[in-house]
């Protein structure tokens, strides 16, 4: 993808906050500009500055909505620090020409292991009997009850994608029977295909959700989706928030009519609902699926040649698909 001469004499904008290290790095050699808080403030810096950006740098959780976008009439590139990007609309940026990268393949490992390790740690409750230990309820209350083995259980995952299918490869090493739902069929894959996400969700124990966010999956995940899984299911959330139909599932964990669930990720980050906070059958992560040292080291390296490579000739290293 090639936009050449887009950047010429033009700005670059970082949105939102970004890893201390990628942020300096705009600062020092980029000479990049800040976007204040909503307000006044924001208003008078794009009044003043809005016309020179041609480069935003953001992250999944802000990204660069229409509004934006449009107060920024010279941006050729949404540069995203994440493999998400539904939080900049991308059917906008197609149509003015803007190019839009993320990161993707360099974080699939570690948002991988992150659903089986809240798999393990939910179905084995090794939080609450870490809990348990810690509040001294061993030797007044004797034994941890009993949970659920995870080997062989049956696990659906929602979204075969590159990380759905290194989630599956780490789920069948398990002797788990692993089958998925996604847009279409994935060809040369040996996973059974359920033709809906309630049709999947009626079939396994374990629901993994891997899909990508935005409007086309918000609470793709339904109520209805939920019930299918029943009170001996589970829900692992490593993808969006707005995926999971979140006021069902907290209605649902609290009154039994769900198992358990694992959340890396809630519909209003950082904010989680406090009704989850007393379940021992709820594992809460604040959204920590990439965040290892190795991993965000290659995300920022791949922020930073996505940016260079539009800046001086115009490409994107890792466009997303025009069809997003």
């Not at 449009?70 to 994440?82: E, K, M, Q």
């Not at 062989?152 to 692993?178: D, M, S, T, Y």
Request: proline letters at 6%.
């Amino acid at each position: 993808m090639t936009r050449p001469g887009t950047a010429a004499a033009g700005r670059v904008l970082r949105v939102g906050p970004l890893k201390p290290s990628l942020a300096e790095t705009l600062r020092t050699s980029y000479d990049a500009l800040e976007l204040p808080d909503d307000g006044p403030e924001r208003a008078a810096f794009l009044a003043a500055h809005g016309g020179d950006v041609v480069a935003a740098v953001t992250s999944g959780r802000f990204g660069v909505g229409s509004e934006l976008m449009t107060a920024l009439p010279r941006l050729g590139a949404v540069i995203n620090f994440g493999v998400g990007y539904d939080t900049t609309d991308t059917a906008l940026a197609r149509r003015r020409g803007v190019l839009v990268s993320n990161t993707p393949d360099v974080l699939t490992d570690c948002v991988a292991d992150t659903a089986l390790g809240l798999t393990l740690d939910l179905l084995r409750g090794l939080s609450a009997a870490d809990r348990f230990v810690r509040a001294g309820r061993w030797p007044r209350d004797g034994g941890f009850p009993l949970m659920r083995k995870v080997s062989g259980a049956r696990v659906g995952i929602l979204g075969l994608g590159r990380i759905g299918r290194a989630i599956a490869a780490r789920f069948a090493a398990l002797g788990c029977p692993v089958s998925y739902h996604s847009r279409r069929r994935v060809p040369g894959t040996a996973y059974a295909y359920a033709d809906s996400p309630e049709a999947l969700a009626a079939a396994v124990d374990v629901l993994i959700i891997a899909t990508s966010g935005g409007a086309g999956t918000h609470r793709l995940v339904s109520r209805t989706v939920l019930r299918a899984l029943g009170p001996g299911g589970y829900v692992i959330n490593v993808s969006r928030g707005s995926v999971v139909d979140e006021d069902a599932l907290v209605e649902m964990l609290t009154t039994g009519a769900l198992g358990g669930a694992g959340l890396d990720v809630f519909a209003a980050e950082p904010h989680v609902p406090e009704a989850l906070f007393a379940l021992d059958n709820v594992v809460l992560l604040p959204h920590v699926g990439s965040a290892t040292v190795q991993t965000r080291a290659e995300m920022e390296r791949l922020t930073l040649d996505n940016l260079a490579g539009f800046l001086e000739r115009g490409t994107l290293v890792t466009p997303v698909p025009e069809t997003t």
